[in-house]
Antibody, heavy 118, light 110 residues
Framework: QVQLVESGGGFVQPGGSLRLSCAASGFNFHDYYMNWIRQVPGKGLEWVSY????????YYADSVKGRFTISRDNVKKLVYLQMDSLRVEDTAIYYC???????????WGQGTLVTVSS | QTVVTQEPSLTVSPGGTVTLTCAPSTGAVTSGHFANWFQQKPGQAPRLLIS???NRQSWTPARFSGSLLGGKAALTLSSVQPEDEADYYC??????????FGGGTKLTVL
């Protein structure tokens, strides 16, 4: 079955850390760029980060640069988002999304909720 | 910082036609922005409707079409159905920011 399944969300205090995981199945994982997108409930979508198929290229939104780190394991078909120095404004649903040659987001995970609060 | 603008809300009657637009604050949208369009219904992840400006996905009804219109990316819904009521987001590939989402359009079918 072609799918993405996120995990690792939860409640964390400001300044804390979380690591999100996304498990891919049913497609040639190494062929795809993988992205994290976030959405504050009831608000719009924000692109967070991408990683190329071979991990040679990574890119971050300015809002998370220096605090978040994306990585992937093509053997296990996993993509990660390490989130450090979390802020209240990082509270959102985080989606794992694939893209391939300018076709962005033909497959999304169900999302995992991250809540940053004291 | 570049912002991608969409109409915040639109209302259309069942059976009618409506066009949603998307444009960056830096200028006109071109085919090089490879505009993608998504539909999101409450409690669901977004679903890709259109890629690369005008390519309908296999699951996208034919009443949805993408184009460039007056320097903007456009999503036109024809013969609108009640189930088309949703939020719609555009995405542009953009040098320096990889991709950027528009703020979204809440479409009401009434």
């Amino acid at each position: 079955q072609v799918q993405l399944v996120e995990s690792g969300g939860g409640f964390v205090q400001p300044g804390g850390s979380l690591r999100l995981s996304c498990a891919a199945s049913g497609f040639n994982f190494h062929d795809y760029y993988m992205n994290w997108i976030r959405q504050v409930p009831g608000k719009g979508l924000e692109w967070v980060s991408y990683i190329s198929g071979s991990s040679t290229s990574k890119y971050y939104a300015d809002s998370v640069k220096g605090r978040f780190t994306i990585s992937r394991d093509n053997v296990k078909k996993l993509v990660y988002l390490q989130m450090d120095s979390l802020r209240v404004e990082d509270t959102a649903i985080y989606y794992c999304v694939r893209d391939f040659r300018r076709i962005f987001g033909d497959l999304w995970g169900q999302g995992t909720l991250v809540t940053v609060s004291s | 910082q570049t912002v991608v603008t969409q109409e915040p809300s639109l209302t259309v009657s069942p059976g009618g036609t409506v066009t949603l637009t998307c444009a960056p604050s830096t200028g006109a949208v071109t085919s090089g922005h490879f505009a993608n369009w998504f539909q999101q219904k409450p409690g669901q992840a977004p679903r890709l409707l259109i890629s690369e400006t005008d390519n309908r996905q296999s699951w996208t009804p034919a009443r949805f079409s993408g184009s460039l219109l007056g320097g903007k990316a456009a999503l036109t819904l024809s013969s609108v159905q009640p189930e088309d009521e949703a939020d719609y987001y555009c995405l542009l590939y953009h040098t320096g920011a990889y991709v950027m989402f528009g703020g979204g359009t809440k479409l009401t079918v009434l």
